[in-house]
């Protein structure tokens, strides 16, 4: 082993099905994915970690950092699995949970079923106190209303406690003195408040993201603590951290104070790996597509940036409509997530239609063909059967795949209800699981005011890749990139995230009377905590500085983004804010609206490490055409029948081979698939190009 000191670092990506690890070591990536493990995911890592360092040739005491990210937090909060929790709010808000906004999101379903609120009504508690909008006290806190409150906490046996009382993003003052009530008469327990997690308007939206943060509180930290331990016990004594939903990079004990945060920490990884990859190409406008074990995300990058927001939902049980799952009011990285993944579960509904997802046999037992128990049909299993996967070189050959067990899981609960044998039952759940992802794709741009065949796609993920060109057809988008380590694109993506955090709150200034002075002391406090979280994690430079108002009309019910340039406000801002408020609501709505106030009612200030500079890959000339080395069948689907394909080792190819569809690309993580209207140019990075012919 070399004795000289290397830039040596880890990202970690837990998932559903799979957990990835990708070590760049000077600039050289090793990679691997092991079966998540339910029971202990700390025990997957160090499996991981082992791996790709025995690849390497180093020692763990070489490992200079380790980043990681993971699902957890999401699947407690789908599955119900979070710990024993309490709400404590403001007297005659008990039941802000289940009432939600009293908006329907399927308006013409008489039978239309809320979700069930996170914490049930007897575990819902109330104090007597209220503050008004402006932080103003209007009703003491009531000492005796505080006193019953604990003795009913301590009487339940709850392990967490949520605090969201009306109004406590403008004044959380009575928020801590009831949390500190709790801890003096119960020390160690876990409380959550929301002006520290959340100091957002929209009580709902509030009371959710604090009751999500203390249902998940518990079983994060002690799975952070574990793994930290564990890490250290096997010699990687390197700092741990943690990506969070925003994109950026935070502490492990930030973390696990705030684990929500933690919520789509994964699929923020791979947007910015595909934004990476988009900064590399010089791309502008692209799709980042991500199909993993247990979903699909699909997100926006616009000028090499991902989008964002400051809300989303987790568990849409309708239909994956807007409005049925549960708000988290926390900054993301903004995309469209589904329910499907390789290991999603297809069936046969009250109308006799297949049907995928959103129920996964992710890792424990998996897919019928992982040979692990699984017995239920899946979309790997469909594509085993229609020539996508060389049962034989599966996560390079580490779990061999059976063809007769995918055929057999298609014949009971596809082709034994609908009449249909294993191929058409297998092309049946390809093409509805497809359907589903493009029709996601469309909505999410249709939503964004953009025309989905102006995208180029980026894919990656385990699964990405087989059902990219497939896609894009159905899209009509014409171009598809395959990046190197495409199939544990997320952990790469941890590697190339900035530390960073972005502070947002909620506070309405009217700019007809712009109390200025308060503004700047809000906006530099703001900057202060942004910059707590992240002056730890920079090695060299000065943090950029992000700033974001959060606008309206007065009256209005909802906001619109503004960029602001500068904190330091002065008499003459109302008007510069007024005209960029003006600017942006024109590019949203083709005009203004003239004689009404203007708001903010949000801030947001984000600070991050500055990005690197990037290379910019250069175009390569198309080469000849390679011819394979092998074929097999593979099922076009555009044509309804099995072709004679090509099957090339990715390993093998170099730059400006030419490949030709029909064709599967084969490496140890991923495959390529490549239909007949398709042909990719190998690049000088070894990303694929895919063009239609």
């Not at 203390?214 to 564990?230: G, T």
Request: with cysteine; charged share 20%.
């Amino acid at each position: 082993m070399s004795s000289t000191p290397r830039n040596c670092r880890v990202g970690v990506d837990i998932g559903g099905t799979f957990t990835d690890i990708a070590l760049d070591i000077d600039g050289t990536l090793h990679s691997t994915k092991i079966l998540t493990d339910y029971t202990a995911p700390e025990r997957a890592i160090l499996k991981g970690v082992k791996a790709v360092a025995d690849m390497a040739g180093i020692a763990f005491s070489e490992i200079g950092i380790l980043i990681h990210g993971t699902t957890l937090a999401t699947n407690a909060l789908i599955e119900r699995r979070g710990a024993k929790t309490a709400f404590v709010t403001t007297e005659g808000f008990r039941d802000v949970l289940e009432m939600r906004t009293e908006n329907r999101f399927e308006q013409y379903d008489l039978n239309i079923s809320l979700p069930p609120a996170l914490i049930a009504r007897a575990d819902r508690f109330v104090v007597r106190e209220r503050i008004d909008a402006a932080g103003k006290v209007l009703l003491d806190l009531d000492d005796a209303s505080v006193a019953a409150v604990v003795e009913k906490v301590a009487a339940g046996g709850y392990e967490s406690v949520a605090i969201g009382f009306i109004h406590a993003y403008a004044n959380g003052a009575h928020e801590i003195a009831v949390r500190d009530a709790i801890l003096k008469r119960l020390p160690g327990l876990s409380v959550s408040i929301s002006s520290e997690v959340s100091p957002q308007m929209r009580e709902f939206e509030r009371f959710n993201t604090v009751c999500a943060n203390a249902y998940v509180k518990p079983a994060i930290k002690s799975y952070l603590d574990r793994l930290v331990v564990s890490l250290k016990d096997i010699g990687v004594r390197c700092p741990v951290f943690m990506i969070h939903s925003g994109g950026g990079i935070v502490s492990v004990e930030s973390a696990s104070e705030f684990p929500v945060r933690l919520v789509e920490s994964g699929p923020a990884g791979g947007a910015i790996f595909a934004a990476d990859i988009a900064r590399q190409y010089g791309l502008d406008t692209v799709l980042s597509f991500d199909m993993g074990g247990t979903t699909a995300k699909i997100c926006l990058i616009e000028n090499q940036v991902p989008k964002t927001a400051k809300t989303f939902e987790v568990a849409r049980t309708y239909r994956f409509r807007k409005g049925s799952g549960m708000p988290i009011s926390i900054p993301v990285v903004e995309m469209v997530e589904i329910g499907a993944g390789g290991g999603s579960i297809a069936s046969v509904d009250a109308m006799r239609q297949i049907r995928v997802g959103p129920h996964s046999a992710a890792s424990e037992p998996g897919p019928a063909c992982y040979q692990r128990g699984g017995r239920n049909p899946t979309v790997t299993d469909a594509d085993l059967i229609l020539g996508k996967l060389d049962p034989a070189n599966f996560a390079g050959g580490a779990i061999p795949l059976s063809v007769e067990a995918s055929r057999q899981a298609m014949s009971d609960d596809i082709g034994a209800v609908i009449g249909l044998d294993p191929e058409a039952s297998a092309y049946g759940t390809c093409e509805m699981v497809d359907e589903n992802m493009a029709n996601a794709g469309r909505v999410h741009t249709v939503e964004n005011g953009k025309n989905i065949s102006d995208f180029t796609m980026i894919t990656f993920g385990g699964a990405g890749p087989l059902h990219a060109a497939r896609l894009c057809e159905k899209m009509g988008i014409s171009t598809f990139l395959v990046p190197p380590g495409a199939g544990v694109g997320s952990a790469i993506g941890f590697l190339k995230a900035p530390f960073g955090y972005e502070s947002v709150r909620s506070a309405v200034f009217s700019l007809s009377n712009f109390e200025y002075l308060e503004a700047n002391r809000l906006l530099q406090a703001m900057k202060a905590e942004a910059l707590g979280f992240v002056e730890g994690g920079l090695d060299a430079g000065s943090p950029v500085i992000e700033r974001t108002l959060f606008m309206r009309y007065a009256g209005q019910g909802w906001d619109i983004p503004v960029p602001l340039a500068d904190d330091n406000f002065d008499l003459a801002s109302a008007e510069t804010i007024a005209a960029s408020f003006e600017k942006e609501y024109e590019r949203f709505f083709g005009r203004a609206i003239e004689g009404l106030d203007i708001e903010i009612v949000s801030w947001s200030v984000k600070a991050s490490s500055p990005l690197p500079p990037v290379e910019r890959i250069p175009s390569v000339a198309e080469g000849s055409i390679v011819q394979p080395g092998k074929t097999g069948r593979l099922f076009e689907a555009s044509q309804g029948a099995y072709l004679e394909a090509g099957i090339h080792e990715r390993t093998s190819l170099k730059s400006g081979d030419v490949i030709k569809g029909p064709a599967v690309i084969v490496e140890r993580e991923t495959s390529t698939v490549l239909t007949s209207s398709f042909k990719a140019i190998v690049q000088h990075d070894g990303c694929l190009l895919a063009t239609r012919i």
